[in-house]
């Protein structure tokens, strides 16, 4: 499903010098894998993920999504497939405060131009995946943290993606809450999403099959 | 004191949040500064009279004929003198011009013949000298000079009293040198008063009597008298005036009262009350402008707030911090709009001198009570501003402050809300004030391009008194024109050259004659309508450049002892004759109810005041009727001053005693006469730009700020899936709804404030589609490019960094 073939991510210093965030990635990713990827802070984790989301789009060498060459679409391209194929959730949800439950949920719905009665079919059908109905009209304010990162994942799979990138998930919430959507991903994953995890949690990474090792930017283990 | 320096870093540390926020107020403080000493100088300067709000002027109104604040007669003026129980002192005053001999060149000067008390009645005290007396009033050649008079024309003579100065060829012995006296009451160029009050030149005494206004009466309120005591005891008098002289001409008329003060004001405070209304419109959008800032820069520091309250401040305390950032800002910009006004008020003599009982000399300056008026206008425009998001602001939430985790930090709802309103305000505001000088501006055009009847151009006009002593008849004031002019036609460089008896659009043009149709029911003469009249020498059509339309023009026939003849303006041909003729009726003309036969029809000129609709005019030949004020007009490509100079030289050959008085262009008095709509129309124009900057400037801050404030959301937004025209839409859409509703609820402002304009339109419809449609494209069109650029810029936020910087 995923290729990264010789992928660097740099940024410039200034006076002529670079810093490299990711060194000669060579990544192959299956479908119906689940992925944690491991290292420590500074290890290029986050920026590997926002790669595999297409939010970042900085850097250089090879990327085959299913076989489309990412390396060689343009931002708008990759945009299309990014909001096609993948979902994020994000380590502090980053819900929108402004609107309820229902208004997160719609939101990518609406950025991929489903009709207002496909979005309210599928919205409903997602409050009733995460038994969220009660809390449909609830601001993110009104939830517990494990709650707001629950309508997180909703809002990531809503529109279907075949990837569920997600950025250590559980790290704003207690063990109980943490072990409530590892349990969740690992359901997801059953059901045949690709999963990708940036974590720091053994216990976490133990929910996948294969775990990614960054050291500076660079594979250590995979 | 620790407040005040964390206050000023902060200010500092937000360079574009000051200068904005600074240039903004000082814009708003600036032009409210200016105009409120303006109005200061106009409104709140007490006149220098002693007690002026107990000083009043009577005018005499003939309502039934909708002629209103006319002067009063001679047996009028006795009558109620005589009569009257509610004034200390009752005097009156007949504007007079003089010819001033012995002093250098002969000069024209203006002032007033008056009665003796008329002086104390004002409560003007002489700076040397004394007042008239009471046996000087009707018999006695004295004169009062004003102090300008006597530094400038007698240098300051210290024995100038008993001295005497010729005025009009008769020698008038000085008694008193007068303080210079406000030109709002006495106007410009009034130098000196003589006394006997109770003549019209040109006018036998019995003429007079028969009920003619021609005096500016007043009166000082006995102590305790209120203005409303004094207006309730006098139909008492009108109606034993009426009783005693059935047979006068104003003898129906009734009389009306004015303190002086609202007297000089009256005409102008309409406008006045218009650019008020304008530039605290301008300071209001300027207020909600800062307002919005420091909402959204006060709502931004939640997190700094909810720490000082962690760490024991007091709601209290936090409210003060941020009202003295608020105050501060406003303060600083009180300094600069006062160095703004210093500059503009100086300014304001020169501009409004043309047209404002202003003079131009006057070395206006900021005084005290507008330096006051700044300074209380500055803290409470701070207080106003920064309550509010002080008060929103302090009311942080503790828990959420400290943890500030969530998406969407542009405050909250209320704040949003509060924010909207305005931004909505604003476009309110400023939609009002630009559909009122789309208005005004509007109706100045139509004003400017209205047809005056006669070609103003290339016209030179002077004003020559006639003395009565070598002029006292008819006669001879019509050999002295027929002398003028045929010393004019004798030289080449003068195209054309007449007089007459007036100069257009001239406070005063024209004398108003009574008249009626000779023929079917003849009127009373207290009943008869009234137009103005011209007395005209030869030439003079062909010199205005105004049309015979019909009939023939004046000749050499119509001399005194011939028929008297007229001619009409065709608006009054029409008025009285419908589709008649009128060539070879008669009408009756003046008190007398002088037979005078229409030898023609010319075309309809604005004499009185551009705006006033065509009517009535009558031409009368000179040789049948004159004063002796003959106005030399004359046409010319020449320069003012060489024209001047040659007329004065044709005048000393008919009589070296005379002098020109006011000598101009008569451009510039079509201009003058235009130019308190062009002031208004400028200055409106000047706070309509002003706003629509600052209310631009508002929306753009608003939004860009707002943008600022929700990078990370954008970001989340495009993490989710949004493209660039997606975020692009959220921007403006959020940006545009309240400018929608501010547009919405300015429209219907502006229309109410039609209504309240419609008296100083000009052939402009006070609720014009086209213009307010115009007017709220050009807000809309500047809100959506204030929205749009901030929202390009959210659509370029890079979403891995704005993720990153939460």
Same mark, same amino acid.
């Given at each position: 499903?995923?290729?990264?073939?010789?992928?660097?991510?740099?940024?410039?210093?200034?006076?002529?010098?670079?810093?490299?965030?990711?060194?000669?990635?060579?990544?192959?990713?299956?479908?119906?894998?689940?992925?944690s990827v491991?290292?420590?802070?500074?290890?290029?984790?986050?920026?590997?993920?926002?790669?595999?989301?297409?939010?970042?789009?900085?850097?250089?060498?090879?990327?085959?999504?299913?076989?489309?060459?990412?390396?060689?679409?343009?931002?708008?391209?990759r945009?299309?497939?990014?909001?096609?194929?993948?979902?994020?959730?994000?380590?502090?949800?980053?819900?929108?405060?402004?609107?309820?439950?229902?208004?997160?949920?719609?939101?990518?719905?609406?950025?991929?131009?489903?009709?207002?009665?496909?979005?309210?079919?599928?919205?409903?059908?997602?409050?009733?995946?995460?038994?969220?109905?009660?809390?449909?009209?609830?601001?993110?304010?009104?939830?517990?943290?494990?709650?707001?990162?629950?309508?997180?994942?909703?809002?990531?799979?809503?529109?279907?993606?075949?990837?569920?990138?997600?950025?250590?998930?559980?790290?704003?919430?207690?063990?109980?809450?943490?072990?409530?959507?590892?349990?969740?991903?690992?359901?997801?994953?059953?059901?045949?999403?690709?999963?990708?995890?940036?974590?720091?949690?053994?216990?976490?990474?133990?929910?996948?099959?294969?775990?990614?090792?960054?050291?500076?930017?660079?594979?250590?283990?995979? | 004191?620790?407040?005040?320096?964390?206050?000023?870093?902060?200010?500092?540390?937000?360079?574009?949040?000051?200068?904005?926020?600074?240039?903004?107020?000082?814009?708003?403080?600036?032009?409210?500064?200016?105009?409120?000493?303006?109005?200061?100088?106009?409104?709140?300067?007490?006149?220098?009279?002693k007690?002026?709000?107990?000083?009043?002027?009577?005018?005499?109104?003939?309502?039934?004929?909708?002629?209103?604040?006319?002067?009063?007669?001679?047996?009028?003026?006795?009558?109620?003198?005589?009569?009257?129980?509610?004034?200390?002192?009752?005097?009156?005053?007949n504007?007079?011009?003089?010819?001033?001999t012995?002093?250098?060149?002969?000069?024209q000067?203006f002032?007033?013949?008056?009665?003796?008390?008329?002086?104390?009645?004002?409560?003007?005290?002489?700076i040397?000298?004394?007042?008239?007396?009471?046996?000087?009033?009707?018999?006695?050649?004295?004169?009062?000079?004003?102090?300008?008079?006597?530094?400038?024309?007698?240098?300051?003579?210290?024995?100038?009293?008993?001295?005497?100065?010729?005025?009009?060829?008769?020698?008038?012995?000085v008694?008193?040198?007068?303080?210079?006296?406000?030109f709002?009451?006495?106007?410009?160029?009034?130098?000196?008063?003589?006394?006997?009050?109770?003549?019209?030149?040109?006018?036998?005494?019995?003429?007079?009597?028969?009920?003619?206004?021609?005096?500016?009466?007043?009166g000082?309120?006995?102590?305790?008298?209120?203005?409303?005591?004094?207006?309730?005891?006098?139909?008492?008098?009108?109606?034993?005036?009426?009783?005693?002289?059935?047979?006068?001409?104003?003898?129906?008329?009734?009389?009306?009262?004015?303190?002086?003060?609202?007297?000089?004001?009256?005409?102008?405070?309409?406008?006045?009350?218009?650019?008020?209304?304008?530039?605290?419109?301008?300071?209001?959008?300027?207020?909600?402008?800062?307002?919005?800032?420091?909402?959204?820069?006060?709502?931004?520091?939640?997190?700094?707030?909810?720490?000082?309250?962690?760490?024991?401040?007091?709601r209290?305390?936090?409210?003060?911090?941020?009202?003295?950032?608020?105050?501060?800002?406003?303060?600083?910009?009180?300094?600069?709009?006062?160095?703004?006004?210093w500059?503009?008020?100086?300014?304001?003599?020169?501009?409004?001198?043309?047209?404002?009982?202003?003079?131009?000399?006057?070395?206006?300056s900021?005084?005290?009570?507008?330096?006051?008026?700044?300074?209380?206008?500055?803290?409470?425009?701070?207080?106003?501003?920064?309550?509010?998001?002080?008060?929103?602001?302090?009311?942080?939430?503790?828990?959420?402050?400290?943890?500030?985790?969530?998406?969407?930090?542009?405050?909250?709802?209320?704040?949003?809300?509060?924010?909207?309103?305005?931004?909505?305000a604003?476009?309110?505001?400023?939609?009002?004030?630009?559909?009122?000088?789309?208005?005004?501006?509007?109706?100045?055009?139509?004003?400017?391009?209205?047809?005056?009847?006669?070609?103003?151009?290339?016209?030179?006009?002077?004003?020559?008194?006639?003395?009565?002593?070598?002029?006292?008849?008819?006669?001879?004031?019509?050999?002295?024109?027929?002398?003028?002019?045929?010393?004019?036609?004798?030289?080449?460089?003068?195209?054309?050259?007449?007089?007459?008896?007036?100069?257009?659009?001239?406070?005063?043009?024209?004398?108003?004659?009574?008249?009626?149709?000779a023929?079917?029911?003849?009127?009373?003469?207290?009943?008869?309508?009234?137009a103005?009249?011209?007395?005209?020498?030869?030439?003079?059509?062909?010199?205005?450049?105004?049309?015979?339309?019909a009939?023939?023009?004046?000749?050499?026939?119509?001399?005194?002892?011939?028929?008297?003849?007229?001619?009409?303006?065709?608006?009054?041909?029409?008025?009285?004759?419908?589709?008649?003729?009128?060539?070879?009726?008669?009408?009756?003309?003046?008190?007398?109810?002088?037979?005078?036969?229409?030898?023609?029809?010319?075309?309809?000129?604005?004499?009185?005041?551009?705006?006033?609709?065509?009517?009535?005019?009558?031409?009368?030949?000179?040789?049948?009727?004159?004063? +002796?004020?003959?106005? $030399? *007009?004359?046409? =010319?490509? !020449?320069?003012?001053? &060489?024209?001047?100079?040659? #007329?004065?030289? %044709?005048?000393?050959?008919?009589?070296?005693?005379?002098?020109?008085?006011?000598?101009?262009?008569?451009?510039?008095?079509?201009?003058?006469?235009?130019?308190?709509?062009?002031?208004?129309?400028?200055?409106?124009?000047?706070?309509?730009?002003?706003?629509?900057?600052?209310?631009?400037?508002?929306?753009?801050?608003?939004?860009?700020?707002?943008?600022?404030?929700?990078?990370?959301?954008?970001?989340?937004?495009?993490?989710?899936?949004?493209?660039?025209?997606?975020?692009?839409?959220?921007?403006?859409?959020?940006?545009?709804?309240?400018?929608?509703?501010?547009?919405?609820?300015?429209?219907?402002?502006?229309?109410?404030?039609?209504?309240?304009?419609?008296?100083?339109?000009?052939?402009?419809?006070?609720?014009? +589609?086209?213009?307010? $449609? *115009?007017?709220? =494209?050009? !807000?809309?069109?500047? &809100?959506?490019l204030?929205? #749009?650029?901030? %929202?390009?810029?959210?659509?370029?936020?890079?979403?891995?960094?704005?993720?990153?910087?939460?």
């Amino acid at each position: 499903m995923i290729r990264l073939r010789n992928l660097e991510r740099s940024y410039p210093l200034g006076h002529g010098q670079t810093v490299y965030v990711l060194r000669d990635i060579n990544l192959d990713v299956t479908e119906g894998d689940f992925v944690s990827v491991m290292g420590p802070s500074g290890a290029g984790k986050s920026t590997l993920l926002h790669i595999l989301g297409m939010h970042d789009h900085g850097w250089t060498g090879e990327y085959f999504f299913d076989e489309t060459a990412v390396h060689h679409l343009k931002s708008k391209e990759r945009a299309t497939l990014r909001n096609e194929r993948i979902g994020f959730v994000f380590q502090q949800y980053h819900l929108l405060d402004d609107l309820t439950v229902y208004e997160n949920l719609d939101i990518p719905l609406s950025y991929r131009r489903y009709s207002k009665s496909e979005r309210a079919a599928l919205v409903a059908h997602a409050l009733d995946r995460f038994q969220i109905v009660g809390k449909k009209d609830l601001y993110p304010r009104q939830l517990s943290g494990g709650q707001q990162q629950l309508i997180g994942i909703a809002r990531a799979i809503i529109a279907s993606p075949k990837l569920l990138l997600a950025d250590e998930p559980t790290g704003n919430l207690h063990s109980s809450q943490g072990e409530e959507i590892m349990e969740l991903f690992r359901k997801l994953n059953a059901e045949g999403m690709t999963i990708v995890q940036v974590t720091h949690s053994e216990k976490n990474a133990g929910y996948g099959n294969r775990i990614v090792q960054l050291r500076d930017g660079w594979i250590v283990d995979s | 004191m620790n407040d005040l320096r964390f206050a000023v870093r902060q200010l500092i540390k937000s360079p574009g949040f000051t200068l904005i926020a600074l240039i903004t107020l000082a814009l708003g403080i600036g032009l409210n500064t200016a105009i409120f000493s303006l109005i200061n100088d106009l409104f709140l300067r007490p006149l220098s009279f002693k007690e002026p709000d107990r000083v009043v002027h009577m005018y005499s109104n003939a309502n039934d004929r909708n002629l209103l604040e006319l002067p009063i007669s001679a047996p009028r003026y006795q009558h109620y003198r005589d009569g009257q129980t509610i004034f200390d002192g009752f005097g009156a005053e007949n504007i007079n011009a003089f010819t001033l001999t012995g002093l250098g060149d002969p000069v024209q000067l203006f002032g007033g013949k008056v009665t003796s008390n008329y002086f104390d009645v004002l409560g003007v005290h002489p700076i040397r000298g004394r007042n008239f007396l009471p046996q000087e009033e009707d018999t006695a050649d004295v004169a009062m000079v004003t102090e300008n008079f006597w530094q400038k024309r007698m240098g300051g003579d210290a024995r100038v009293i008993g001295r005497t100065i010729i005025l009009d060829g008769v020698p008038h012995t000085v008694v008193g040198v007068l303080p210079n006296l406000p030109f709002s009451w006495i106007g410009p160029n009034a130098e000196v008063w003589t006394t006997k009050p109770f003549a019209i030149p040109g006018f036998s005494y019995e003429r007079m009597m028969r009920g003619t206004g021609f005096l500016r009466v007043v009166g000082r309120l006995k102590p305790g008298m209120t203005i409303a005591q004094a207006r309730a005891a006098l139909p008492s008098l009108d109606q034993s005036y009426r009783t005693q002289s059935p047979d006068k001409i104003d003898s129906s008329a009734t009389m009306s009262l004015k303190t002086l003060p609202e007297d000089v004001t009256g005409n102008l405070r309409p406008a006045f009350a218009t650019l008020l209304a304008a530039v605290a419109f301008v300071l209001l959008i300027a207020c909600s402008n800062v307002a919005n800032l420091l909402l959204v820069r006060f709502s931004g520091r939640r997190r700094e707030i909810a720490l000082r309250m962690a760490l024991g401040a007091s709601r209290a305390s936090v409210l003060q911090l941020f009202i003295f950032e608020s105050l501060l800002v406003s303060i600083l910009a009180g300094v600069v709009g006062s160095g703004l006004a210093w500059q503009l008020v100086p300014l304001v003599p020169k501009m409004a001198a043309n047209f404002l009982p202003f003079d131009p000399e006057t070395g206006v300056s900021l005084s005290f009570p507008v330096l006051g008026f700044t300074i209380a206008l500055s803290i409470l425009t701070g207080m106003a501003m920064g309550i509010y998001p002080a008060l929103q602001s302090s009311r942080a939430d503790l828990v959420d402050g400290l943890k500030e985790g969530g998406r969407g930090t542009s405050g909250s709802v209320r704040q949003q809300r509060f924010r909207k309103i305005l931004v909505g305000a604003q476009v309110a505001l400023s939609v009002t004030l630009l559909a009122g000088a789309a208005l005004l501006i509007t109706s100045f055009v139509r004003l400017n391009r209205q047809s005056i009847g006669f070609r103003a151009e290339n016209l030179w006009i002077g004003l020559v008194t006639l003395p009565q002593a070598q002029y006292p008849d008819l006669a001879t004031r019509q050999h002295f024109v027929e002398r003028t002019l045929a010393a004019l036609h004798a030289i080449p460089s003068l195209q054309s050259a007449t007089v007459s008896g007036d100069i257009p659009l001239l406070a005063g043009a024209g004398s108003q004659t009574l008249y009626s149709r000779a023929d079917g029911e003849i009127l009373p003469v207290d009943k008869r309508a009234s137009a103005v009249s011209h007395d005209i020498a030869p030439d003079y059509f062909k010199t205005w450049g105004i049309p015979i339309l019909a009939g023939r023009d004046i000749d050499q026939h119509d001399v005194s002892d011939h028929q008297n003849v007229v001619l009409i303006s065709q608006a009054g041909a029409k008025k009285v004759f419908g589709n008649e003729n009128p060539i070879g009726k008669t009408l009756l003309v003046t008190s007398g109810s002088t037979p005078v036969e229409i030898v023609g029809v010319v075309g309809d000129v604005r004499s009185r005041k551009v705006v006033e609709p065509n009517d009535m005019e009558f031409y009368r030949p000179w040789a049948q009727e004159n004063f +002796p004020f003959a106005v $030399v *007009a004359v046409r =010319s490509g !020449l320069r003012v001053d &060489a024209v001047t100079k040659l #007329v004065q030289s %044709a005048l000393n050959t008919v009589d070296p005693g005379l002098a020109i008085a006011i000598p101009q262009s008569m451009d510039k008095i079509v201009a003058q006469a235009l130019g308190q709509a062009r002031l208004m129309m400028w200055l409106l124009g000047i706070f309509a730009g002003a706003a629509l900057l600052l209310a631009t400037v508002g929306i753009y801050g608003a939004v860009a700020y707002t943008v600022e404030q929700r990078t990370g959301e954008i970001g989340v937004r495009m993490a989710l899936g949004a493209q660039t025209m997606d975020v692009l839409r959220l921007i403006v859409n959020q940006g545009m709804r309240p400018v929608i509703f501010g547009l919405v609820v300015g429209l219907a402002a502006a229309l109410a404030l039609g209504r309240l304009i419609a008296s100083q339109l000009y052939q402009t419809s006070a609720h014009n +589609p086209v213009l307010l $449609v *115009a007017t709220m =494209s050009l !807000l809309g069109l500047a &809100a959506l490019l204030a929205c #749009v650029f901030p %929202a390009r810029r959210a659509a370029l936020v890079d979403p891995v960094q704005a993720l990153r910087a939460e």
